[in-house]
């Protein structure tokens, strides 16, 4: 997995939940944004805060997590 410096997991921000920088944006508000159509520039305008590297790694996070597969251990 590349560098995704900008994901944090803090369990005080947003119930735990992957964030773009500690902030109250999470990963999931980003890619379903891009999701319904916004462009980059769009979420940029609606979120001042963020950068454009913010977006880049919350895809890239949210291609990681949907390549991950969970293995069910004996006897769990």
């Known amino acids: 997995m590349e560098n995704l410096s900008r994901i944090t997991l803090d369990p005080r921000v947003m119930g735990g939940r992957p964030c773009l920088r500690g902030q109250r944006v999470t990963v999931g508000t980003v890619v379903g944004l891009m999701a319904s159509g916004r462009t980059i520039e769009e979420i940029l305008e609606a979120y001042p805060y963020l950068e454009r590297e913010d977006i880049r ?20």
Do not use: F, I, K, M
Not at 57 to 76: D, I, K
């Open 57 to 76: 790694q919350a895809l890239a996070y949210a291609a990681w997590r949907a390549e991950e597969v969970e293995l069910v251990l004996p006897g769990s």
